[in-house]
């Protein structure tokens, strides 16, 4: 059973940084974390889910323009992870961040809280 867990959400000021991770594991036989299209997506209270970022298998990073040169997004395939590097964090970045793997079948972390206040 895939399993995605975030970690690295808090609390940080405006104008901060916060690097938020993401391991994978239990995936299909045949079909590794390497071959997923990996991603960040964010959901504010009262808002709808907002892509944030995304990595395909070629290592291609697509980042949506409200975080566009703020946040990068990077994978190391060999140890399943995914990272979010986040700064210049600003109050609308607030949100619970999930990560996210597409293939056939996708799948998503429980999600962490970040939360930019000062």
């Known amino acids: 059973q895939v399993r995605l867990v975030e970690s690295g959400g808090g609390l940080v000021q405006p104008g901060g940084s916060l690097r938020l991770s993401c391991v994978g594991s239990?995936?299909?036989?045949?079909?590794?974390?390497?071959?997923?299209?990996m991603g960040w997506v964010r959901q504010a209270p009262g808002k709808p889910r907002e892509f944030v970022a995304g990595?395909?298998?070629?290592?291609?990073?697509n980042v949506a323009d409200s975080v566009k040169g703020r946040f990068t997004i990077d994978r190391d395939n060999a140890k399943n992870m995914l990272w979010l590097q986040m700064n210049n964090l600003e109050s609308d970045d607030t949100a619970v961040y999930y990560c996210?793997?597409?293939?056939?079948?996708?799948?998503w972390g429980q999600g962490t809280q970040v939360t930019v206040s000062s």
């Open positions: 239990g995936f299909p036989s045949g079909i590794p974390f390497s071959v997923y299209t």
């Open positions: 990595i395909g298998s070629d290592l291609k990073p």
């Open positions: 996210t793997a597409a293939g056939s079948v996708e799948y």
